[in-house]
């Protein structure tokens, strides 16, 4: 009798209040099926790059404090899912889409939910660049959680 993987839903989260809105409903999927959940942050190469001013001894600082951002961002997450759903949590270093694409085929996760826009400048005028690549990318089904419009 072959043993059953568990099922796994991948929630990026960015701090943002889209992402938010999206591990809100991950919970609650996740509740229903009785899926673990998997927060990640992923800590943008390019962000820090940039952050740097491209001056390489500056990259390191930045990527430790993208990375500290990212841990406290889980932490919250965690605490806020904590006696609903199983969840875990991950960082991940790479650009967003390559690296979330990655996590879930390396998990394997059975969903991926995320929010429709992140944190990230221009990206916010149209579907996040983001939720547009993993939709297009995923090999697993996606659901796109869309940002609150203010009343």
Do not use: K, W
Request: proline residues 5%; charged residues 25%; glycine residues 10%.
């Amino acid at each position: 009798m072959p043993v059953s993987t568990p099922l796994r839903i991948l929630v990026p989260l960015d701090g943002s209040e889209t992402s938010e809105r999206a591990l809100e409903v991950a919970t609650d999927f996740a509740a229903g099926l009785g899926a673990e959940l998997v927060l990640c942050h992923v800590v943008d190469l390019a962000r820090a790059a940039a952050m740097s001013g491209g001056e390489a001894q500056l990259v390191a600082g930045c990527l430790d404090a993208l990375r500290d951002e990212g841990l406290a961002i889980l932490d919250e997450g965690e605490r806020r899912v904590a006696g609903r759903a199983r969840v875990s949590t991950r960082t991940v270093d790479g650009s967003p889409v390559d690296a979330i694409e990655r996590l879930a085929a390396e998990l394997p996760a059975n969903y991926i939910v995320l929010g429709s826009h992140g944190r990230t400048g221009l990206t916010r005028l149209v579907l996040g660049s983001v939720a547009e690549g993993v939709v297009r990318a995923a090999r697993v089904p996606v659901m796109v959680v869309p940002h609150r419009s203010p009343t």
